[in-house]
Antibody, heavy 131, light 110 residues
Framework: EVQLVESGGGLVQPGRSLRLSCTAS????????MSWVRQAPGKGLEWVGF??????????EYAASVKGRFTISRDDSKSIAYLQMNSLKTEDTAVYYC??????????????????????WGKGTTVTVSS | QSVLTQPPSVSAAPGQKVTISCSGS????????VSWYQHLPGTAPKLLIY???KRPSGIPDRFSGSKSGTSATLGITGLQTGDEADYYC???????????FGGGTKLTVL
């Protein structure tokens, strides 16, 4: 069974750091890009960022709201994706979901174009940033 | 303010049909594929439609997707009370180099 399990959430003070983990099973983790999506209380889904597979350089992209503060990494030997969150703000309070990313496309001078979707989701882990 | 625009809510009676719209721009929907997700509170979101109109295995054909220009539409026929959920459209934004979602639409089956 294909499964993603997030862990590491909790209560943290503003300005502090927290690292979330996403443990995958049931598929070849290294073959896939992985992303993080969050949902703040009473709000909609917000894409946080993603990491490409090693075959595509293992590079990352981030939402403007977290760029420079959050870092996504992966350990393919352990089938784990990480979300390192630094300088946390109260507005980072949310349920954080790990997802598997599918799709394909092409890079042009104006950007990457194609298919990008999240086909497997974890149940989420809650992060509360409060003093 | 979400990059993609969805109506906040839609409603219909059991057995009826409903459509949910998703509006974007040339940097996202206009030049990339659209996906749709169903989210029941307290559960993991579920992929309903990918690449504009394809259904993953296990998703009934009551759910359909379409795209025209910079807009996309999710259709649900034969509404059931179990379809009550929040629905989100999503795609890649080539100018932002980021994934983007709509603000979500709450479906009520009256």
């Amino acid at each position: 069974e294909v499964q993603l399990v997030e862990s590491g959430g909790g209560l943290v003070q503003p300005g502090r750091s927290l690292r979330l983990s996403c443990t995958a099973s049931g598929f070849i983790f290294g073959d896939y890009a992985m992303s993080w999506v969050r949902q703040a209380p009473g709000k909609g889904l917000e894409w946080v960022g993603f990491i490409r597979s090693k075959a595509y350089g293992g590079t990352t992209e981030y939402a403007a709201s977290v760029k420079g503060r959050f870092t996504i990494s992966r350990d393919d030997s352990k089938s784990i994706a990480y979300l390192q969150m630094n300088s946390l703000k109260t507005e980072d309070t949310a349920v954080y979901y790990c997802t598997r990313v599918e799709g394909s496309g092409k890079a042009y001078s104006s950007g990457w174009y194609g298919s990008y979707y999240m086909d497997v989701w974890g149940k989420g882990t809650t992060v509360t940033v409060s003093s | 303010q979400s990059v993609l625009t969805q109506p906040p809510s839609v409603s219909a009676a059991p057995g009826q049909k409903v459509t949910i719209s998703c509006s974007g721009s040339t940097s996202n929907i206009g030049n990339n594929y659209v996906s749709w997700y169903q989210h029941l509170p307290g559960t993991a979101p579920k992929l309903l439609i990918y690449e504009n109109n394809k259904r993953p295995s296990g998703i009934p054909d009551r759910f359909s997707g379409s795209k025209s220009g910079t807009s996309a539409t999710l259709g649900i026929t034969g509404l059931q009370t179990g379809d009550e959920a929040d629905y989100y459209c999503g795609t890649w934004d080539s100018s932002l180099s980021a994934g983007v979602f709509g603000g979500g639409t709450k479906l009520t089956v009256l």
